[in-house]
């Protein structure tokens, strides 16, 4: 039997957020069998851990797999292992650089008596204006067209991310999935984000939706690893203003699905260029078990 956990992420409070499947140690699994349990947990994110390789500083070699896949990046599905290490006791600091099949990841820590918010620490994202059949995608997720505040744009993850011009709007889409995995697949896309400005409490920015399912994920709860692009676009919009040389804003995502996330996105701003991104959160553990090894 492995050792396993399933972390809600994004969240302060169980049943919230995005839920994640942590291996602590994957050591002896191969691809086949971390992606068995991926399937298994039926969650949109498994991260799969083992000791650093070597090199670059990290402590961890960090996988992380969707029910049908494995992919680049998954930011909630690392908060959840940054929360996992924590509360197992196998990392007793501050700050972590996980090795990942996209180069080093760094995360950070900070806690007092009543809360933990576990920051991400991406490389900052460049976004490219999005060059495909835009109308295919629209049709597909239900949108009667794009919001004007800002241009449609990629990742480097190769998500597209699409301005909606509000919170109804946004809430009342019902995506036709095979049309839409079918249409961002031909795009190259891994999944397709849709953000509001307008949002349910004051204190945010942003609302989204995020759909891939083409990758076993038909609606993510929370998706960590966008909102750093999220952040870069909207200031390149104009639509952030920094204080100093700092931008921090508050984002929604989930409360459709009835597990309400928030993230902290803060981009640090020197004479007009973004030197660090942060995508922050909380998580709390909601399981602790072992599941059975795979067949080889």
Request: a negative charge.
């Amino acid at each position: 039997m492995i050792p396993i956990f399933q972390v809600d992420a994004f969240a302060e409070r169980p049943f919230a957020g995005n839920p994640a499947a942590v291996v602590l140690d994957a050591r002896g699994l191969s691809d086949q069998q971390m992606q068995a349990i991926a399937a298994e947990m039926n969650l949109a994110g498994t991260a799969f851990l083992t000791p650093a390789l070597g090199g670059e500083g990290a402590q961890w070699h960090l996988r992380w797999f969707t029910p049908t896949r494995e992919v680049a990046y998954s930011g909630h599905t690392t908060v959840a292992a940054v929360h996992a290490l924590l509360e197992a006791g196998r990392h007793r600091g501050e700050h972590v650089v996980f090795e990942t099949m996209s180069g080093p990841l760094g995360a950070s820590v900070v806690a007092d008596k009543t809360r933990r918010l576990i920051w991400l620490e991406p490389r900052v994202p460049t976004l490219h204006p999005f060059t495909g059949q835009l109308a295919h995608v629209r049709e597909a997720v239900g949108l009667p067209a794009a919001a004007g505040w800002a241009a449609a744009v990629t990742t480097p993850d190769h998500d597209l991310v699409i301005p909606v011009a509000g919170l109804d709007l946004l809430r009342s889409l019902r995506p036709n999935m095979t049309a839409l995995g079918d249409a961002a697949t031909h795009a190259g896309l891994r999944g397709v984000c849709l953000v509001s400005r307008e949002t349910l409490e004051p204190g945010s920015t942003t609302h989204s939706r995020f759909f891939a399912p083409h990758y076993g994920i038909p609606e993510d709860i929370v998706t960590g690893s966008v909102h750093s692009s999220i952040g870069l676009w909207l200031l390149e919009a104009g639509l952030l203003r920094p204080a100093g040389t700092m931008v921090e804003f508050t984002a929604e995502q989930g409360d459709g699905l009835g597990r309400p996330g928030r993230l902290r996105v803060e981009l640090l701003v020197q004479d007009g260029v973004v030197g660090r991104v942060r995508v922050g959160g909380s998580a709390v553990t909601v399981m602790a078990g072992s599941i059975a090894r795979p067949p080889a």
